[in-house]
C-alpha cells in the first residue's frame, strides 16, 4: 500500500540525514531540482501564445520570473560562499541537516 512506501521513505529519509550519509547530496537536490523544476514551468508558460494585453496575469508572470531569478542569484551566492569556507563548515556538527532545514 501508499502508505507502506510513504512510511518506508520517510524513514529512510531519516536515517539519511542522521546518519550523514548522503545529506549532502540530499541538500543539493532539494535546492537544486524543484527550483530548477519551477523555474522552467515559469519560463515556458512565457513561450507561445500569451496575451499581453492581460495586464494582470502579465504582472503575474513577471513576479514570477523575478522571483525565481532572485532565487537563483541567493543560491549563487550561497554555493561560492560554501564552496570556500567547505573546509570549515564541514567540521560543525549537523551542518547537512540544518542546511535541509
Sequence with gaps: PKSYFAGASLLLFFLMVFSGFGTRL????????????????????????????????????????????????????????????DSLLYWLPFYWPGKLC
Excluded: H
Design 26 to 85: 540530499l541538500s543539493t537536490v532539494i535546492g537544486f531540482a524543484y527550483p530548477s523544476y519551477k523555474s522552467f514551468k515559469v519560463l515556458s508558460s512565457l513561450a507561445g501564445d500569451v496575451d499581453w494585453s492581460d495586464t494582470e496575469a502579465t504582472k503575474l508572470r513577471i513576479d514570477a520570473v523575478q522571483t525565481w531569478l532572485m532565487y537563483w542569484v541567493c543560491y549563487s551566492c550561497f554555493n561560492l560562499v560554501e564552496w570556500f569556507s
